[in-house]
């Protein structure tokens, strides 16, 4: 039996793993990729709440998450492809300017 | 064993033949690969027809056999137009019945031939894995989509089948045209899609359920009670919505445009999903949804009409295509049109009987097309063919026999579905002498078109370019046998489905409990009887205009050899039109693709002139004002600041190191934040 604390579970691993990538990866396709597994953690969270309490709310949130997620996929594609033009790397330690 | 409870199993196969191939095909050899791939739809293969034949064991009203996984989607309750609630509540559920049994035969039974003939046609190209992934992904999605009980998990197995046919359209995606061709199918798809999801929704609302059953025996008890009558705009709306969607995936009138582009793909695609199977799921879904189609004979006529027109215009195009590959293509969305023409009329059996025998001869005609295009080392241009017959013999024999099928020789498998669909729609009550009249004159041209394919690749004289004379030689083993086999197929599948006049159909029988008509008041008056002459004399005419055609091509490009000027000379004004198309493509680019282009260019304009410019202009403004606080601003507030700036500077230098510029150090910091946070809420408060 499936129970709300398994998909708790499987939501937290997906997040740290989701963490661990935006911290240590330094390609900007994989960090993006890291924050839409975080995106999905809290979606699996929501869904998983909702299930329990028997409210469509969460469902109805989860499915405004995956617009969001939607759309900051394609600006931060976008902010990629720009900087990519600029820079031509997709390393993340090369691109700095933010730095005093 | 008990296959009917195995069905489940059936998709799950190829699933994982696709995980296998997809993960580790790049490191096993290449026949591992194949084994692999084929092997998975062999299995499916066996298990469907163990399943099948279990089904036949059964007595003919209890031949509905479904096998619930597990609940899917429950999402509480929703109102319905109908009043009371409705839960939404999805399982993941398989349902074998006649007609998925149909559809699983055929899909497992010619897809596993043709993966068999993809070992042998693919072997030389890279990618030799992903192309078997690929492949045996839609084998998933395509049994899911025949053997879902309900029209969500059908929705998942028909988007599952547009992602395979755009991922192996696109197979050679360094070339543009493929590319773009798979890009078209994707978004002509979508927009039938929309269609189709729209129909789904309003199925759900209406009845509250997504079983094909439960909506089957919520439409039947409404018409009992009388809540429901033939012709309610509710059915009519549900039918148009669910027909676009149809439309899209099988290629008609108006959304057929991208499956002669789909040509781009590896041959053993087109015949596979571009023919056999993915391209009948339309068919399939508007056969499976006959309850609420019988309820909208408005909409049965609109899907006559578009079946129709299809089958004409596709095959005016398909007359002077030059391209072997392009006309067949051309040919499949004309025998689509016959399909449809039939759904129309009410005729659900002979329609499904043609979608059968169809994929047996179209299959074969295409992997014949490939293994010539094989020998020809890719050449596909009919220009540069001929006389071939003897060189390539197993391929030209097999073909010999598609073509002698699809044009409807007596005794070959398309006499007796498309002599069935002719009568159906000569005589049904939904029927129309004009559909008649339409669908004999598609009969004769298909004659004409595919005798003239074969007799400019295989007769006349030869055009082949010289340097490749010599290396014209017969495909491997693993790609004739599949040959062969289709080829007989070709020739026996139509005796499951006899004319009444020669004992009736057995097939029809088999699927009479899945197309029970409706008790709909007045329908079953007014039908005008005709004996067993009128539909002898019906086939005596189909023959006859198919003769016609055959001898038409016969005189045009056997008796003489292929010539360019003499073909223009032939259509007059009409042969521009006709070899392109009729300018569909760039009436289309016209109306929709260069209005979307347009669109985004005066986006653009507008953001670069328009927002640009209020934003320079308040700059611009900005600075002109600034001069006059420029002065107080550079020697009073700035010395005041650079007083306190240099203190800080000096007093701080330590905490700079922390500023790195690295997006994930800060990131790092915030989570340590949070933890910490977490932490103090956790254990700090006593």
Sequence with gaps: MVTTFHYLLLSAALFTIGIIGVLTRRNIMVILMSIELMMNAVNINLIAFSDRLQQVTGQVFAIFVITVAAAEAAVGLGIVIAMFKNKETMNINEIDLMKW | ?686
């Design chain 2, 1 to 686: 064993m008990n296959f009917l409870d195995l069905i489940w199993l059936i998709p799950l196969f190829p699933a994982a033949g696709f995980v296998i191939n997809g993960l580790i095909g790049k490191r096993i050899p290449k026949t591992a690969v194949g084994v692999i791939a084929a092997g998975a739809v062999l299995l499916s293969f066996i298990f469907s027809a163990g399943a099948v034949y279990q089904l036949l064991q059964l007595a003919p009203e209890a031949r509905s056999h479904t096998v619930k996984l597990y609940e899917w989607i429950n999402a509480g309750a929703i109102p319905t137009t109908e009043g009371p609630l409705a839960r939404f509540s999805v399982d993941w559920s398989f349902l074998l019945d006649p007609l998925s049994s149909i559809m699983i035969l055929v899909v497992t039974g010619i897809g596993f031939l043709i993966h068999v003939y993809s070992t042998g046609y693919m072997h030389e190209e890279d990618g030799f894995y992903r192309f078997f992934a690929y492949l045996n992904l839609f084998m998933f999605s395509m049994l899911t989509l025949v053997l879902g009980s309900n029209y969500l998990m059908m929705f998942i197995g028909w988007e599952g089948v547009g992602l395979c046919s755009y991922l192996l359209i696109g197979y050679y995606f360094h070339k543009k045209s493929a590319g773009d061709a798979s890009k078209k199918a994707f978004v002509v798809n979508r927009v039938g899609d929309w269609g189709l999801s729209i129909g789904i929704m309003l199925i759900f609302v209406t009845f509250g359920s997504f079983e094909f059953k439960v909506v089957g025996e919520k439409v039947r008890e409404g018409v009992m009670s009388g809540a429901f009558h033939a012709g309610d705009s509710l059915f009519f709306w549900i039918a148009i919505a669910l027909f676009i969607g149809a439309t899209g995936k099988s290629a008609q009138i108006p959304l057929y445009v991208w499956l002669p582009d789909a040509m781009e793909g590896p041959t053993p695609v087109s015949a596979l999903i571009h023919a056999a199977t993915m391209v009948t799921a339309g068919v399939y879904m508007v056969a499976r949804s006959n309850f609420i189609y019988q309820m909208a004979p408005q909409a049965m006529a609109v899907v006559a009409v578009v079946g129709a027109l299809t089958a004409l215009f596709a095959a005016s195009i398909g007359l002077v295509q030059n391209d072997i590959k392009r006309v067949l293509a051309y040919s499949t969305v004309s025998q689509l049109g016959y399909m449809f023409l039939a759904l129309g009329v009410g005729a659900f059996a002979a329609g499904v009987f043609h979608l059968m025998t169809h994929a047996f001869f179209k299959a074969l005609l295409f992997l014949g097309s490939g293994s010539v295009i094989h020998a020809m080392h890719h050449e596909q241009d009919m220009r540069k063919m001929g006389a071939l017959w003897n060189r390539i013999p197993i391929t030209f024999k097999t073909m010999f026999v598609g073509t002698l099928a699809i044009a409807g020789t007596p005794g070959l498998a398309g006499f007796f579905s498309k002599d069935e669909i002719l009568w159906q729609a000569f005589s049904s009550p939904h029927g129309n002498k004009l559909l008649w009249l339409i669908g004999v004159t598609v009969a004769g041209m298909t004659s004409f078109y595919m005798f003239r394919l074969l007799f400019m690749t295989f007769f006349g004289e030869s055009r082949v370019d010289h340097h490749h004379v010599e290396h014209i030689h017969e495909s491997p083993k693993s790609m004739t046998i599949p040959l062969i086999v289709l080829a007989i197929g070709a020739v026996l599948a139509g005796y499951v489905g006899l004319p009444s006049w020669l004992g009736g159909s057995a097939f029809e029988r088999f699927l009479e409990p899945v197309f029970e008509p409706l008790p709909i008041a007045g329908a079953t008056e007014a039908v005008e009887h005709y004996g067993a002459g009128a539909e002898i004399g019906m086939a005596a005419v189909s023959v006859a205009v198919a003769l016609l055609g055959f001898t038409l091509a016969y005189f045009k490009y056997c008796k003489r050899s292929w010539e360019e000027q003499r073909e223009i000379k032939q259509y007059g004004p009409f042969y521009p039109w006709l070899l392109n198309k009729w300018k569909i493509d760039e009436l289309y680019d016209l109306l929709f693709v260069n209005r979307a282009k347009g669109t985004g260019v005066s986006l653009w304009k507008f953001d670069s002139q328009v927002v640009d410019g209020a934003v320079n202009g308040s700059a611009l403004t900005t600075v002109k004002s600034a001069v006059g606080s420029s002065w107080w601003d550079r020697w009073i507030v700035d010395g005041l600041v650079r007083f306190v700036g240099g203190f800080v500077k000096t007093v701080s230098w330590p905490l700079r190191l922390v500023q790195t510029g690295y997006v994930q150090n800060y990131a790092l910091v915030m989570i340590l934040g949070v933890l910490v946070f977490i932490g103090y809420a956790l254990w700090g408060t006593h």
